[in-house]
Each structure stands twice: as structure tokens, then as C-alpha cells.
């Protein structure tokens, strides 16, 4: 008989609600609804591969139905599932230049959604992992209209909860209001997320490093250093293994579970590197400091970075707290 914990995602939020007296149940309905738009997009991602077999070709469907690209499919659905619920008063997608409105006569809340509906899109075709990024704030902007920029534009520290969705060999779920990080993994049969990973900590070092190294010789000279050394010497007696899957979600899942590093440096053709301050970073900041990582562009934490536009891109090494703090004194050694 198993003895595990038969915990689903709904239990477990309405439960660490209960610890909060004070919580309005807000937050709970927003992680619902996400924990909903999950499930559907990852119906969605599941059939991709069949889109060639089953008469899915060109634009329309068999059904006369017009075909949407992945990214757009879930960048829409998570508008629709998130945008009728009151909770919030603007939202902001990487699939989308400006910032969203919620529909004109819906209620305004006090929360800011922002999301990258489908993180590393360009592995789809190749049947390779894939994710939605969240991340969710308090509005900062005076009154009870509609939000503004300056909501979308907060440090990462003031996040009230973030998580992702990796669609990989099962679907999983993972958040942080803040306290704990916790990981569900969908069972594809009854449709519900269920607890598989109960509050996560990551390693406080680990074996695994993780970057694109084709960028090697753009690469700044301390960051070089750091990677020979790693080739050089050995973790708890054994190599240093590189692991490279291309789409942030897994690439820093893994790193979760297993400990190490993800980088994503600035280099000379991008000083600041690829990846999104505000949809990519500060979520995954988020959720690695929550269970205990460290996250930074080399200098400054990540979650004290103020964005300056939607769009931004910061360089990024996150992961556990002993590999980041070695990567940044091989950067400040370099340009010392
Ligand atoms: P995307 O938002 O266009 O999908 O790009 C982001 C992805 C990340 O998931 C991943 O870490 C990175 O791009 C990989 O970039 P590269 O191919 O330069 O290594
Ligand atoms: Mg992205």
C-alpha cells in the first residue's frame, strides 16, 4: 500500500491557503485557473507531432478551422483562460509587444499576470521539452482602473507567486507563493496535476553545468576561465557533465532537481545576452531563490533588477548557491 501523500494541485493550494488567514482566496483561484490553461495547452503541445498525420496541413484543420502556430495557440489561450476572473488589472505576454488590457466591462483586480506562453518554441518539431513561464505581482499603480506599464515593470522580488510548465516526457507543474517550491505532475488519464515533488530544495552545488557553447568565443574572458576550470577539475570525484537542452524551462528544471548551473551570458555580439528580464528570468529567479538557488547576471541579484521595458534581456547564471557564487568571482577576476 502506498503511503505517499495522494495530494492534487487544487488540495494543496486551497490547503496552504488555510495557512493564511488573511488571504482572500485570490491567489488561490488565480493558481486554479493557471493550473486549468496548463492542462489544455499541454493537451494541445501533445498533439503537435500529429499535425502532418491526421490531415492538420497549411492553415486549416480538417474541421475548416484555422490552425494556429504553438506559441500563438497558448499565448491566446492563457489571455482567455486568465482574463474574466476579476483578479486582475493588466497582463503582459513575450508573444506580445505592449501590455494587455483585461476586455472592456470586465472587472478590475489588484494582480499583474505576466507569462512566455510557450518558452523555447524553435524544440517543438523536434518532439523536445517545452514550457509555459508565470509570474504573478501586486498592481503598484494608484486607483481602480485599468493597469499600467509600471505594473508589468516591478522587480522580481516583489513577485507574490511564480511557476512554470514544462512539457517534457510527463507534464509538470511547478510554483512558489513565496514559501516552498512545489512540483506536480499531470496524470494524462484522470486530468489532474498531483504533488511529485514536495518541497523542493536545490543541492547547494552540484555536477551539471549548462550553456550553449557554440557562443564560446564571444564569450567574456572570465567566463571562459570558468569553464576550463570546470573541464579541469572534478565533482566529488567525477567530471563535470554539460548538459544543454536549449529551452530554459527544462534546462532550469533539471537544474532544480539535480543541482548546478544554467547560464545565459552576455557576449560580444549581445551584451545582455538572450533571455527576458521580465517573462523568463524573474519567474525562474523566483522560484530557484525559493528553494534556495541563487540567480544573477554576473553582478547584481537578479530580483533587484529594475526593468526598464517589457522586453528586455539580461544576461542570467542561476542555479545552486555555490556554483553561481564561483561563476561570478571568475567574472570580477577577469575584468579585474
Ligand atoms: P524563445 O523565447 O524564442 O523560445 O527563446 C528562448 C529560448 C530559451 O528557452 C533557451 O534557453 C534559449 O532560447 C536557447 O537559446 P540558444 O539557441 O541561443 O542557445
Ligand atoms: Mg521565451
Not at 144 to 153: A, Q, R
Not at 291 to 300: E, P, R
Request: aromatic share 10%.
Amino acid at each position: 500500500m502506498a503511503t505517499r501523500r495522494f495530494m492534487t494541485l487544487p488540495r494543496h493550494i486551497l490547503e496552504g491557503e488555510k495557512l493564511h488567514p488573511e488571504a482572500t482566496g485570490e491567489l488561490s483561484a488565480i493558481l486554479l485557473q493557471l493550473g486549468l490553461a496548463a492542462k489544455i495547452i499541454s493537451l494541445e503541445v501533445n498533439k503537435a507531432g500529429l499535425v502532418d498525420i491526421i490531415g492538420f496541413t497549411g492553415n486549416e484543420n480538417v474541421h475548416g478551422e484555422q490552425v494556429k502556430k504553438l506559441d500563438i495557440y497558448a499565448h491566446e489561450m492563457l489571455i482567455r483562460a486568465m482574463d474574466h476572473g476579476g483578479h486582475f488589472c493588466v497582463m503582459a505576454s513575450e508573444e506580445d509587444e505592449d501590455i494587455i488590457h483585461l476586455p472592456p466591462h470586465q472587472k478590475i483586480g489588484k494582480y499583474v499576470l505576466l507569462f512566455d506562453p510557450l518558452d523555447g518554441s524553435s524544440n517543438i518539431d523536434a518532439n523536445v521539452s517545452i514550457g509555459t513561464i508565470f509570474s504573478i505581482y501586486k498592481r503598484i499603480s494608484e486607483g481602480y482602473g485599468p493597469g499600467t506599464l509600471e505594473d508589468c515593470l516591478q522587480p522580481g522580488y516583489k513577485q507574490v507567486a511564480a511557476g512554470y510548465i514544462v512539457y517534457g516526457s510527463s507534464t509538470i507543474l511547478v510554483y512558489t507563493a513565496g514559501h516552498g517550491v512545489y512540483g506536480f505532475t499531470l496524470d494524462p488519464a484522470f486530468g489532474e496535476f498531483l504533488l511529485s515533488h514536495d518541497d523542493i530544495k536545490i543541492p547547494k552545488c552540484g555536477r551539471i553545468y549548462s550553456i550553449n557553447e557554440g557562443n564560446y568565443f564571444s564569450w567574456p574572458k572570465g567566463l571562459k576561465n570558468y569553464i576550463k576550470y570546470l573541464q579541469a577539475n572534478l565533482f566529488e570525484g567525477k567530471p563535470y557533465q554539460a548538459r544543454y537542452i536549449g529551452s530554459m524551462v527544462a534546462d532550469v528544471h533539471r537544474t532544480l532537481l539535480y543541482g548546478g548551473i544554467f547560464m545565459y551570458p552576455g557576449d560580444k555580439r549581445n551584451a545582455k545576452g538572450k533571455l527576458r528580464l521580465v517573462y523568463e528570468c524573474n519567474p525562474m529567479s523566483f522560484i530557484i531563490e525559493s528553494a534556495g538557488g541563487k540567480a544573477t547576471d554576473g553582478k547584481i541579484r537578479i530580483l533587484e533588477k529594475l526593468p526598464e521595458s517589457l522586453h528586455e534581456r539580461t544576461p542570467i547564471f542561476i542555479g545552486s548557491e555555490d556554483d553561481v557564487l564561483l561563476v561570478e568571482k571568475f567574472l570580477r577576476e577577469a575584468v579585474g
